[in-house]
T-cell receptor
């Protein structure tokens, strides 16, 4: 596709449920990022992939959060046993290179609401 | 700690006016990029303008320009001839290695 896509756009989960959020980066983009954006705040870094390798997961808030990118393209962010504090917009971004200074292109985000 | 501070939670100006959004940051890095991103209501984040820290010349993109003061660690965004479509959240960010460090954002409203 022409841009980064994410699905679902909206997700409502009951506390304790597991959720999986999908990101389709721009074709050929090596780097992929996940961010968490709480209401009224700026995004916060969660994790970074270079191709299929997860080079940094320091931003993941707990071991309930897990991300993968097994074939170096599509990525999935999984949250187990969701809690109310997990409610946020989850943004995915991709960039062409690996220098870290390239422009990051963002998807529309998945808005997760945990009841 | 690396931080970005946007001291203006919300701003409102009339269409066609000029507006300046403030941003200060703190980093010990010597090589980094600074960015302004725009997030329109219910739409995705898009890059407005980028500044390389080692360049003294301020970046300009059509109606958007920055005032980059490296010593003061200040990176303000000026929007000239503002348009209704400029209404959005504006985020200042810098990248160190590959991590984008973000400010809390400024909500800009352009009034007709």
């Amino acid at each position: 596709g022409a841009g980064v896509s994410q699905s679902p756009r909206y997700k409502v989960a009951k506390r304790g449920q597991d959720v999986a959020l999908r990101c389709d980066p721009i074709s050929g983009h090596v780097s992929l990022f996940w961010y968490q954006q709480a209401l009224g705040q700026g995004p916060e870094f969660l994790t970074y992939f270079q191709n299929e390798a997860q080079l940094d997961k320091s931003g993941l808030p707990s071991d309930r959060f897990f991300a993968e990118r097994p074939e170096g393209s599509v990525s999935t962010l999984k949250i187990q046993r969701t809690q109310q504090e997990d409610s946020a917009v989850y943004l995915c971004a991709s960039s062409l290179g690996t220098s870290g200074l390239d422009e990051q292109f963002f998807g529309p985000g998945t808005r997760l609401t945990v009841l | 700690a690396q931080t970005v501070t946007q001291s203006q939670p919300e701003m409102s100006v009339q269409e066609a006016e000029t507006v300046t959004l403030s941003c200060t940051y703190d980093t010990s890095e010597s090589n980094y990029y600074l960015f302004w991103y725009k997030q329109p209501p219910s739409r995705q984040m898009i890059l407005v303008i980028r500044q390389e820290a080692y360049k003294q010349q301020n970046a300009t993109e059509n109606r958007f320009s920055v005032n980059f003061q490296k010593a003061a660690k200040s990176f303000s965004l000026k929007i000239s001839d503002s348009q209704l479509g400029d209404t959005a959240m504006y985020f200042c960010a810098f990248v160190s290695n590959y991590q984008l460090i973000w400010g809390a954002g400024t909500k800009l409203i352009i009034k007709p």
